[in-house]
Nanobody
Framework: QVQLVESGGGLVQPGGSLRLSCAAS????????IGWFRQAPGKGRGGVSS???????SYGDSVEGRFTISRDNAKNTVYLQMNSLKPEDAAVYYC???????????????????WGQGTQVTVAS
């Protein structure tokens, strides 16, 4: 059974950091592109970051320079290091997996077939 499980969310003050994890089971992440998306209350789900099977990382404009995506294939896990967090980063964060080697955009949710349940990130003082 293919499963993605996010963890690492929580409450952090503005300017703080969190590291989210996306652990896969039932399949090997090596052969998948992974995307991180987020959804705040009343807003749509938007792409945050992605990493291809070959390790090429991409970031949304609002997180460029603050977030870093990485993958540890030995642990079958992808991470999202989030630094200098802002209140507008607060959302439920989801990871998703895509078995394609290329896509028109890694920030389009329909590209991804498998999704985790999400982890809440709250940024407040």
């Amino acid at each position: 059974q293919v499963q993605l499980v996010e963890s690492g969310g929580g409450l952090v003050q503005p300017g703080g950091s969190l590291r989210l994890s996306c652990a896969a089971s039932g399949f090997t992440l090596d052969y998948y592109a992974i995307g991180w998306f987020r959804q705040a209350p009343g807003k749509g789900r938007g792409g945050v970051s992605s990493i291809t099977r070959g390790g090429i990382a991409s970031y949304g404009d609002s997180v460029e320079g603050r977030f870093t995506i990485s993958r540890d294939n030995a642990k079958n896990t992808v991470y999202l290091q989030m630094n200098s967090l802002k209140p507008e980063d607060a959302a439920v964060y989801y990871c998703a997996a895509c078995s394609r080697s290329s896509a028109i955009s890694w920030f389009i949710s329909v590209v991804y077939a498998d999704w985790g349940q999400g982890t809440q990130v709250t940024v407040a003082s």
